[in-house]
Structure formats: structure tokens, C-alpha cells
């Protein structure tokens, strides 16, 4: 098994513990930060709120190896575009720690004898929360997973269905994270929310595909391989 190979399964594998990670992670938070008394509510339910900024900041991890670990074979066909996905990713992340982070400080404030006193705290990190999953899980996933699928496009790697898939998904998920920062509400439970779906699927499609298939091999690397041994030959 060739290194491209092992890399492809890895990915895969990351992909899917990030996704996983992100859905498990909003399941185990709940409704810790909905309601007027999300403070109180966060108290009481502190080993949820830990649990669930421990998923969290698995599924960070897992996305940003992602990008690192395709960065070599990415950098082959599209150096600077494999470059600026990484930029990406780490923003991306960057955002995401920090909203995490903002959860954290919430739960600490939640468990003072003045959470009264601390409201507008809690309301300021709050809204660090909800900027941060807007820039950093909508804005930056978005363009990173643009980048991503076009390199994946331009260079064969994967089947160019799913990189359009991906492509168009990328555009759509940017799209909504864009309502959320012009005031729509794109909360739980939102019409919009539809708009992450395409991405999400493509994105555990694209996993599975590499687990099970790894990249392909580029038409262009595979001519130039023909080329070089008719010239050996020759």
C-alpha cells in the first residue's frame, strides 16, 4: 500500500470523526444556551456542557488534520491553491476554539455566587459563540471545501461529480453562513439549515470514497508516465 494510499484512509477516517464529532457535540450541549436562563441552565448541566466541548474540540483537530495531511498531495496539481486550504482550515479552526473557549467561560461565569451581575458577560460570550460558528464553520468551511474541490477537480483525483457536488455545496453553505451575518435566522430548526445538507452528505461520501477507493490517479500523471516509458524504450 503506497503512501497516497494510507493518506486517503486517514483522511477519510478524519472527515468522519469531524462530522461525527460536530453532530455529537451539539447533541450532548442541547439546549445549554437556549432560553432567557442559559446561565442557570449551564450550571446544572455541567458535565454535558465539558462533555460536549470535548467532542467539539476532537472534531477541530480532525478537520484541520485533514487539511494538513492533504496538503502534499494536493500541492502537486495546485500548489497555492493547496497552500491557501490549509490557510483556511486553520481560520476556520481558529473560530471554532473560540467559540468553544466562549463555552467554556459561560459555564465559569454560570458558577458565581453574581451570575445576575455577570449577564452582560454572558451575553457577550454568547454572541462570541454564535459569531464564531458563523465565520468559522459557515463562512471558512465554506471557502475552504471550494478550494478543496476544485483542486480535486482540476487534478482527477476523486470522480468530477462529487468534487462539482462539492463545489456547489461549498457555495451553499457559504451562502447561509452569509443570512446568519446579514440577521436571518438560520438557527436549529430553520428552513435554511437545508442549505448546510449537500455539503455535509458530499462531504461523508467523499470519506467513505477515499477509505474505500483512495485517490485516483491523475489522467495527466498517468500520460506522462506513458510518455516516460516510450521514451525509455526508445
Known amino acids: 500500500m503506497d503512501s497516497d494510499r494510507k493518506t486517503g484512509i486517514v483522511v477519510g477516517a478524519l472527515f468522519i470523526v469531524a462530522t461525527v464529532g460536530s453532530i455529537l457535540g451539539s447533541v450532548a450541549l442541547g439546549s445549554a444556551l437556549d432560553g432567557p436562563d442559559y446561565l ?11 462533555l460536549a466541548v470535548m467532542i467539539f474540540l476532537i472534531a477541530a483537530s480532525s478537520a484541520f488534520a485533514t487539511a494538513f495531511l492533504l496538503f502534499p498531495i494536493l500541492r502537486r496539481h495546485a500548489e497555492g491553491l493547496a497552500a491557501g486550504y ?16 466562549g463555552i467554556l ?11 445576575a451581575t455577570d449577564t452582560l ?51 451553499l453553505v457559504f451562502v447561509y453562513g452569509l443570512l446568519g451575518i446579514f440577521g436571518v435566522d438560520t438557527g436549529l430548526g430553520s428552513p435554511y439549515m437545508l442549505l448546510a445538507m ?26 506522462q508516465t506513458r510518455e516516460m516509458r516510450v521514451a525509455v524504450m526508445n
Open 40 to 50: 442557570a441552565d449551564m450550571a446544572a448541566q455541567e458535565s454535558r456542557v465539558i
Open 86 to 101: 490549509v490557510g483556511l482550515r486553520a481560520f476556520e479552526n481558529v473560530f471554532y476554539v473560540a467559540g468553544v473557549v
Open 105 to 115: 467561560i459561560m459555564l465559569t461565569v454560570s458558577q458565581s455566587e453574581a451570575v
Open 121 to 171: 458577560l454572558g451575553l457577550t460570550l454568547l454572541a462570541l459563540h454564535d459569531w464564531s460558528v458563523l465565520i468559522g464553520t459557515l463562512i471558512f468551511f465554506g471557502l475552504g471545501s471550494a478550494v478543496l474541490n476544485y483542486v480535486l477537480y482540476r487534478s482527477r483525483l476523486v470522480p468530477r461529480w462529487m468534487s462539482l457536488w462539492g463545489i456547489v455545496g461549498a457555495v
Open 198 to 223: 449537500p455539503i455535509a452528505l458530499q462531504e461523508m461520501v467523499f470519506a467513505v470514497w477515499l477509505i474505500v477507493r483512495g485517490f485516483d490517479r491523475p489522467v495527466v500523471q498517468t500520460e
